[in-house]
């Protein structure tokens, strides 16, 4: 598991719990190290270790624990180069969504060894989608319902999501996009601002 993936585990911790919590979890998950570097490659099962400690230490199904994981990756103040990297793929929410087949990509542009898993939008009617994700690993298709939560809010559209389920490496996310400018959607500027 590349170590960004850790680490961003380990930063929605610290960020929303606290560096006590997070000492809690090194403990639980018997961690010989405080932290995770991000250019490293780690053990999947050390991963699982974590998260299993984290909803252990929390008292938070894991479902529920990787949502909140993927909403933070877009929303926090900390993970602003992912939320921009994120809006390069479209004006408008729908244009985002077709743009997630492409995520993959763009995100080794970034970082060249980091492989997400392989993602596909399929269109049911104008506002009805699925997201298949294809991962190893049960869970990725929670982090991309907070993921998509969280883009939603910045678009300021309003979608109904649902984890469909998953089976032997694919879960399906459902998408019922049911206003698209439902609210005024955070700015956005194509030039990152100084200062």
């Known amino acids: 598991m590349h170590g960004l993936m850790n680490r961003a585990i380990e930063c929605f911790m610290r960020d929303t719990y606290g560096n006590a919590r997070w000492a809690e979890v090194v403990l639980a998950a018997r961690l ?17 270790r974590v998260l299993d400690a984290i909803t252990d230490t929390l008292g938070k199904p894991r479902d529920d624990l990787l949502e909140d994981i993927g909403t933070y990756l877009v929303s926090h103040t ?3 180069p992912l939320r921009r990297l994120l809006r390069f793929g479209g004006v408008t929410f ?3 969504l077709h743009s997630l087949d492409e995520l993959p990509e763009r995100a080794r542009l970034a970082v060249d060894d980091l492989d997400l898993p392989p ?8 506002n009805r989608f699925s997201l298949t994700v294809r991962a190893e690993t049960h869970g990725f298709g929670h982090v991309m319902i907070g993921v998509l939560r969280a883009m939603a809010d910045d678009y300021g559209a309003l979608v109904m999501l649902e984890h469909r389920g ?14 698209t400018e439902f609210a005024e959607g955070r700015s956005f500027h194509l030039g990152a601002r100084a200062g």
């Not at 993602?119 to 104008?126: G, I, P």
């Open 32 to 48: 010989d190290f405080d932290g995770f570097e991000a250019m490293l490659r780690y053990d999947p099962a050390l991963t699982c």
């Open 94 to 96: 729908v244009e985002f």
């Open 78 to 80: 900390k993970t602003e």
């Open 119 to 126: 993602l596909e939008l399929r269109d049911h009617t104008a």
């Open 166 to 179: 998953g089976q032997a490496g694919v879960e399906v996310i459902s998408i019922a996009l049911v206003e």
